[in-house]
């Protein structure tokens, strides 16, 4: 395109000569010509251009528009019964789920998470802890067994009313780009301010937050990247403080924090747990030795199930994760408090 525009200026540039000087043209009518025709260059390139760009724009809106035409992963289920909780007792009974067909990740697991009190997950990477949590939040659905709180079957409840009785913070903590505030009030809508600064000073947040110029009105920027790992898994254990749900889900909350940090947000977690029935899913030990019930989990299955002394008593494969976590770690551990 270039090399023609190239061609198409020379071309004119013989021809105004050829006028000038064969067909009695003036120069004024020359130049005239000339700059006429170099002003229309540029929107010609351009106008040439245009397919091309509006094809390579096309390709992120085909990509948008596919995710926006594709059928919603989840059905609506507003339809079925609410859940309704008298003690928040969890029980699994004879759960399996795979991933992919003939790849189980949990095989035939049954356990009960006592109302009120915490139950710890540990094992090694890929044993199915995580799929455990997502199974209750009814991210994916059993293949085989039962989930039951209260006695009631989650399948046959709305996820809505589900997910409300529940308030989970994870290792990656996600933080809207707003205010500190409206980040924690995310977990209630329509929370005021007292219950936001209460929900906050039980997080271990409060003194952090007011040492902003801005206070709860301090943007947290894009994820969260204007604080501090510890500061947003306290933001984070604000807002499901503020939510004030009867079942807790922890799934590795400390485990990418340095240790002043990680005692901190122990802290914040400790206020979020009392009185509530709490799974926890750990591989730093020392963060749930008090917890009330561990549970050790291999290949998709509880190996080892009991409280933390019977479990080192024993000497079996909890044994063997604490003591070698407590060589590499040393001294310095921060316990779980238990609810009971």
Do not use: W
């Not at 509006?54 to 079925?80: H, I, T």
């Not at 008090?290 to 549970?295: F, G």
């Amino acid at each position: 395109m270039e090399m023609l525009g190239g061609f198409a200026v020379a071309g004119c540039l013989m021809y105004g000569g050829y006028a000038v000087v064969a067909l009695n043209a003036t120069p004024g009518q020359f130049f005239s010509f000339m700059t006429a025709f170099l002003m229309a260059t540029e929107p010609a390139k351009r106008l040439a251009r245009l397919n091309i760009d509006l094809n390579s724009q096309l390709v992120g809106a085909r990509m948008l528009l596919e995710v926006v035409d594709s059928p919603a992963s989840e059905q609506p289920d507003d339809d079925k019964p609410a859940l309704k909780l008298t003690q928040a007792k969890i029980e699994l009974r004879d759960v399996s789920f795979a991933y992919r067909d003939n790849e189980p990740v949990l095989n035939r697991m049954s356990f009960v998470a006592e109302p009120g009190k915490v139950t710890a997950l540990v094992g090694p990477s890929g044993g199915g802890k995580s799929t455990v949590l997502a199974l209750l939040l009814r991210f994916y659905e059993a293949t085989a067994g039962d989930i039951l709180i209260d006695g009631q079957s989650i399948a046959q409840v709305s996820r809505r009313s589900l997910r409300e009785q529940t308030a989970y913070v994870g290792q990656d903590v996600y933080l809207f780009r707003d205010s500190i505030r409206a980040n924690i009030a995310f977990g209630k809508p329509g929370a005021t301010e007292a219950e936001i600064i209460d929900a906050a000073k039980a997080a271990c947040a409060h003194d952090f937050i007011m040492s902003f110029p801005l206070g709860y009105d301090t943007p947290v920027g894009e994820h969260g990247t204007q604080l501090s790992g510890g500061q947003r898994q306290r933001i984070a254990v604000a807002r499901a403080l503020i939510r004030n749900a009867p079942i807790i889900l922890l799934d590795e909350a400390t485990a990418a924090l340095d240790s002043e940090s990680e005692r901190q947000v122990q802290e914040a977690i400790e206020h979020l747990c009392q009185n509530r029935t709490t799974l926890v899913i750990a591989h730093r030990l020392h963060t749930i030795m008090n917890a009330d019930a561990i549970l050790v989990v291999e290949a998709g299955e509880i190996v080892e199930r009991g409280r933390h002394d019977d479990l080192l008593r024993r000497g079996g494969r909890y044994a063997s994760f604490f003591r070698l976590q407590q060589r590499d770690m040393g001294p310095n551990v921060i316990p779980m408090t238990a609810t009971s």
